[in-house]
C-alpha cells in the first residue's frame, strides 16, 4: 500500500476511535442529564464521523484503488500530501470551532462568538478545496496519462 492512502486509512481509524469517545461522552450526558448535548456538540460530533473517519477512509481507499483500476500512477503525489493536510486541519479547526460559535444567549459581537464562527466557515472552505483537489487528482489519474 502507497504511503498516501496508508496516512489516509490510519487517520481514518484515529477518527473513529476519537469519535466512538465522543459517542461514549454523549451517552454519558445524556444519562447523567436527561438530555441530548447541544446542537454545537452533536454536529461537530456528526462531522468527526462523517469528515473525519468516512471521508478520509474512502479517499484512502481511492488513492489505492482507483490509480491500479486505471492502470495509471496517481496524477501528483504532492497535491495528495496538501489535500490530506488541508482536510485535517480543517476538520480540527471545525471541531473545536464549531460548539464554540454557538451563542448560548450571548449577543454576538465581532469580539465574542463571531471569531469562531468565521472559524468554522474558514474550515469549511479548507475541506471544500481538499475535496476539489482530490476530484482533480483523480480525475486526471483516471482520465488523462501523465506526459
Wanted: charged share 5%; hydrophobic share 55%; proline share 7%.
Amino acid at each position: 500500500m502507497d504511503q498516501h492512502a496508508r496516512n489516509y486509512i490510519i487517520a481514518s481509524l484515529c477518527y473513529l476511535v476519537a469519535a466512538f469517545a465522543g459517542g461514549v461522552a454523549i451517552l454519558a450526558f445524556v444519562w447523567s442529564q436527561g438530555e441530548m448535548p447541544p446542537d454545537p456538540f452533536l454536529g461537530a460530533y456528526r462531522h468527526l464521523l462523517t469528515v473525519g473517519w468516512l471521508s478520509l477512509f474512502v479517499f484512502g481507499l481511492g488513492f489505492y484503488i482507483l490509480p491500479r483500476v486505471s492502470g495509471r500512477p496517481l496524477h501528483s503525489a504532492p497535491l495528495a500530501t496538501v489535500q490530506f493536510w488541508m482536510l485535517n486541519v480543517g476538520i480540527w479547526v471545525r471541531l473545536v470551532s464549531q460548539p464554540l460559535s454557538a451563542t448560548y444567549g450571548i449577543p454576538v459581537s465581532y469580539n465574542g462568538p463571531v471569531v469562531f464562527l468565521v472559524l468554522s466557515v474558514a474550515s469549511a472552505a479548507l475541506e471544500f478545496f481538499a475535496i476539489g483537489i482530490f476530484a482533480y487528482n483523480m480525475v486526471r489519474t483516471l482520465l488523462f496519462p501523465r506526459p
